[in-house]
């Protein structure tokens, strides 16, 4: 004979999905509100980017993008989203892109990847960077928030310098220290957007620029 529903688990079990579906769609408006804020701040910068156009652009009400603000808090979580995908995420080693470095064993594929790497970053941000940059000169928020994001940065090249010094590949006549800093400036999203926007090299270009200065600067010769 069956046995009989449990009613209490039952209804913990409806909650339960209910409570999965509402985190569900809760996240996909995030991510539609984010792509679109991600949109109209690279197109129009920060200044003429609105809450209403945001919402407008996703689909949403007004008061549904404000829960998720204020404008300040959307060009950060776009700017995040669209450099790795997520946003909040302190250290690169953690995700995809970061394990797919460390499974390399060999100097020059971990060279080329982090080059590629650099590079999709910046093609996939330029943009929105560069409405961060000029919107911080104004707002406090991101003008701590930019602070904040550089000394990030360097302590992204200083994990990933730091498997390289422990496989052997960089240079020993520099300090460490110094190395993090070079690679820090020779792979920002300044020099990309010095090259690339004011200088107008091609993305290849600057490809192969930035791989021969890191190899030679960074890494000992083979």
Request: glycine letters at 6%; aromatic letters at 6%; hydrophobic letters at 40%.
């Amino acid at each position: 004979m069956a046995p009989k529903p449990n009613a209490r688990n039952t209804v913990n079990g409806t909650r339960s999905y209910r409570s999965d579906l509402r985190r569900e769609q809760a996240e996909q408006t995030r991510s539609r509100i984010v792509a679109a804020a991600a949109e109209l701040f690279a197109a129009q910068g920060y200044a003429r980017t609105t809450l209403a156009k945001i919402a407008a652009a996703a689909g949403v009400s007004a008061e549904t993008v404000q829960g998720h603000g204020p404008k300040a808090a959307l060009i950060i979580a776009a700017l995040e989203h669209a450099a790795v995908g997520v946003t909040d995420e302190g250290n690169l080693l953690n995700l995809d892109k970061g394990r797919a470095f460390l499974s390399l064993d060999d100097r020059d594929e971990a060279l080329d990847y982090l080059v590629a790497m650099a590079t999709e970053i910046h093609e996939q941000t330029a943009r929105l960077s560069r409405a961060v940059i000029g919107a911080a000169a104004s707002d406090p928020e991101l003008d701590q928030y930019l602070k904040k994001l550089v000394t990030s940065i360097t302590g992204q090249c200083r994990r990933v310098l730091a498997i390289c010094r422990d496989r052997g590949w960089l240079r020993e006549d520099v300090p460490f220290n110094e190395l993090v800093e070079t690679t820090a400036v020779l792979t920002s999203v300044d020099t990309w957007l010095r090259i690339t926007y004011y200088d107008g090299w091609s993305v290849a270009r600057y490809r192969r620029w930035v791989r021969r200065m890191v190899a030679e600067t960074i890494f000992r010769r083979p």
